[in-house]
């Protein structure tokens, strides 16, 4: 029985990439690099922008903070907004909760931007720990987040009976580092195969199969 269910934010919760993918766009133009095709900014969704920025677009360390710098700059502002709850989710969490579980959110993303996304989509009041990364380049790891979101959830947190939900390999390879089986999602932003070859331990393809797994368990 799973008592702790830890969830990825952008991509397992949420279908950010109207919001994300903007963001980068804008941030490679301040930094002189015209791209015009979104889709092929969604590599962008689930790990940290950093690396991101250095991996997809051969940016040094010193140029890539600079374009995180600049991706924030409109996220904070107009990029946060650009998101949307996906259908079922809100009663998905709220079945949860109604079942005893504790939940927490274990994101790549910014906390103070994690906390305003739950607000804004009115699913905070599910989550007894939201956890992001810091602004000051803190827990940039998802292995880091996992870790602090088991930390805060306290002691009794952690394997057999607590489990991580994300759509990237990430979210996979970090909850593995730390024991925890994690749950793949499909209808987020992985490639095909991704998760499988992460070694996820289920993989949901929709909402109403993710809580089926999740309240089987519970």
């Known amino acids: 029985m799973f008592q702790y269910i830890l969830f990825d934010l952008d991509g397992t919760l949420t279908d950010p990439k109207p919001g994300i993918t ?6 490679l133009h301040e930094m002189g690099i015209e791209e015009p095709d979104l889709d092929k900014l969604e590599v962008f969704i689930g790990p940290p922008l950093a690396e991101s920025f250095m991996e997809f677009y ?3 360390r010193r140029l890539a903070d600079r374009a995180v710098e600049k991706y924030r700059e409109r996220f904070a502002v107009t990029g946060i907004y650009e998101n949307e709850l996906y259908p079922g989710m809100k009663e998905m969490l709220a079945a949860l909760k109604e079942a005893g579980c504790h939940l927490a959110v274990a994101s790549s993303k910014p906390e103070p931007f994690v906390k305003r996304i739950l607000e804004h989509f009115e699913i905070a009041r599910y989550f007894d720990v939201a956890v992001g990364s810091g ?8 292995e880091d987040v996992v870790r602090e979101a088991l930390r805060r959830l ?3 947190a952690g394997m057999p009976d607590t489990v991580m939900v994300g759509d990237r390999r990430y979210d996979v390879t970090g909850a593995r580092a730390l024991g925890l089986r ?3 999602v499909s209808f987020g932003y992985a490639q095909p195969g991704e998760l499988e070859e992460a070694g996820a331990w289920r993989i949901a393809d929709d909402v109403e199969e ?6 089987e368990e519970a």
């Open 154 to 156: 306290g002691e009794k």
């Open 182 to 184: 994690c749950i793949g």
């Open 22 to 27: 903007g963001c980068v766009q804008y941030a």
């Open 58 to 60: 051969g940016m040094e």
């Open 210 to 215: 993710l809580g089926r797994i999740l309240l």
């Open 135 to 142: 602004l000051d380049g803190s827990l940039a790891q998802k």
